[in-house]
C-alpha cells in the first residue's frame, strides 16, 4: 500500500511492533475519480518552474510531477495556485468533467501498524552558487550534473537535445568539473561516491544524442568508481577517443559576455603546467547534501545524523542499511 504526499511524524514502539503516525497532505484532486486527461492543467493560467526539471521547464500549478509519476492523478501546488480566500479562479474545477477537483480537503492523520522501517529519502545537490569561482548562476552555459542529465532525457526540457541555455545551439566542447564542494572544499570532507561514473555516462550519452560535440573533457582529482562493474566501464569511457580526461581543476571559469563561451583556467597535474581550456558548456558534479528534512525525520524516527548530517549507521562493517535504532534502515 502506497501513501503519497505522506510525513512520518511519530513512531512508537520497538522492531517487529511499530505503530507509524503518518500526516497526509491533501492533494486537491481525488484520484480514484481523476482520469488523468489534463483538461485541468490546460484550463490553469498559473506557470511555474517545474521542480522535476529543476526548473528548466514550466508547469501549471495543477500538473503532475512527471510523466511516469504514480499515482497518475493530477496535484495542486496551492504555494502557487491563485484560488485562495481573496481571489476566486477555478477554472480547473470548471474543465474538471469527472469533477474530481476539491479545495477544502483537509490534511488528515492515521496510524500504520508496521514491522520495520527502510529510509530512502535520497539525497540533495549542493547549490554551487556558493562556489563563486565556478561561475555557476551568473554564466548561463555552466550546468549542475542534474540539470545536464535533465537535457538528455527525452521528456525534458529539450527532449534530448544537449543545447546551451544561451543560444540553443549544440556546444563544440563540453567540460565536466569533478568534485565540486567534495573532498573538502567548503566544509565537506566526503567522497560524494555517484559523480565519477555519473559524469562518465553523461559524457558517453551526450556524443551519441549529439555527433556535432567535438569532445568532452573531464577534469577530476582522480577518478573513483564504486560499484561492482563500474571501474570497468569508467575505463571503457576514457578509452573513447571523444572523451578525454585531465587530472586538475579549475581555478576560475569565467564566461564571454558576446558568445557565452566559457574559459577555464587549470593546472594539469601530469605536467605541472597551467593550462587554458575553452568550452560551449560545462557542468559541475556538485556535492551530494543531506536530504532536506533530514534533522526532522530523524528526531521522529529516533535514529542519530553523522558530523556531516546523512544518516548514522550502527556498524558501517557488519550492518550497513541498519540505523541506531532497531527496526529502522537505511
Excluded at 161 to 179: H, I, K
Excluded at 226 to 233: E, I, K, L
Excluded at 265 to 280: N, V
Excluded at 297 to 311: I, K, N, P, S, T
Aim: aromatic share 6%.
Amino acid at each position: 500500500e502506497m501513501h503519497t504526499l505522506t510525513d512520518v511524524v511519530g513512531l512508537q514502539g520497538s522492531a517487529g511492533r511499530f505503530r507509524a503516525r503518518v500526516r497526509k497532505r491533501p492533494r486537491h484532486v481525488d484520484q480514484d475519480l481523476c482520469v488523468g486527461c489534463g483538461l485541468c492543467a490546460e484550463a490553469c493560467p498559473v506557470v511555474r518552474p517545474n521542480p522535476y526539471d529543476v526548473g528548466l521547464k514550466a508547469a501549471k500549478a495543477i500538473d503532475r510531477p512527471f510523466p511516469q509519476a504514480v499515482p497518475a492523478a493530477y496535484h495542486i501546488d496551492r504555494e502557487t495556485c491563485l484560488n485562495d480566500d481573496i481571489l476566486v479562479c477555478e477554472r480547473c474545477v470548471k474543465a474538471c468533467e469527472p469533477d474530481a477537483i476539491d479545495f477544502d480537503a483537509q490534511p488528515r492523520e492515521f496510524t500504520l501498524d508496521v514491522g520495520a522501517v527502510i529510509v530512502a529519502t535520497g539525497f540533495d545537490e549542493l547549490d554551487p552558487r556558493e562556489l563563486l569561482p565556478f561561475g555557476y548562476g551568473r554564466a548561463p552555459n555552466v550546468l549542475t550534473g542534474l540539470e545536464f542529465e535533465r537535457l538528455l532525457c527525452a521528456t525534458g526540457p529539450t527532449r534530448g537535445r544537449v543545447l546551451r541555455p544561451t543560444d540553443r545551439e549544440v556546444p563544440g566542447r563540453v567540460v565536466f568539473v569533478q568534485c565540486v564542494g567534495s573532498r573538502g572544499e567548503g566544509g565537506r570532507p566526503y567522497c560524494s561516491r555517484y559523480c565519477c561514473m555519473n559524469t562518465v555516462k553523461a559524457a558517453m550519452l551526450a556524443h551519441e544524442h549529439e555527433p556535432a560535440i567535438d569532445e568532452c573533457v573531464l577534469l577530476s582529482t582522480d577518478m573513483r568508481a564504486a560499484g561492482r562493474g563500474y571501474d570497468a566501464f569508467v575505463a571503457r569511457g576514457l578509452g573513447r577517443d571523444d572523451i578525454r580526461h585531465v587530472r586538475g581543476r579549475p581555478a576560475k571559469i569565467q564566461e564571454d559576455a558576446t558568445t557565452g563561451d566559457l574559459t577555464l583556467w587549470i593546472e594539469d597535474h601530469a605536467t605541472g603546467r597551467p593550462q587554458k581550456l575553452t568550452a560551449g558548456m560545462v557542468v559541475l558534479s556538485v556535492a551530494a547534501t543531506p536530504a532536506r528534512g533530514s534533522p526532522e525525520l530523524a528526531r521522529v524516527l529516533g535514529v542519530e545524523l553523522d558530523a556531516q548530517g546523512f544518516y548514522r549507521r550502527r556498524d558501517v562493517e557488519h550492518a550497513p542499511a541498519e540505523l541506531t535504532r532497531r527496526g529502522v534502515y537505511v
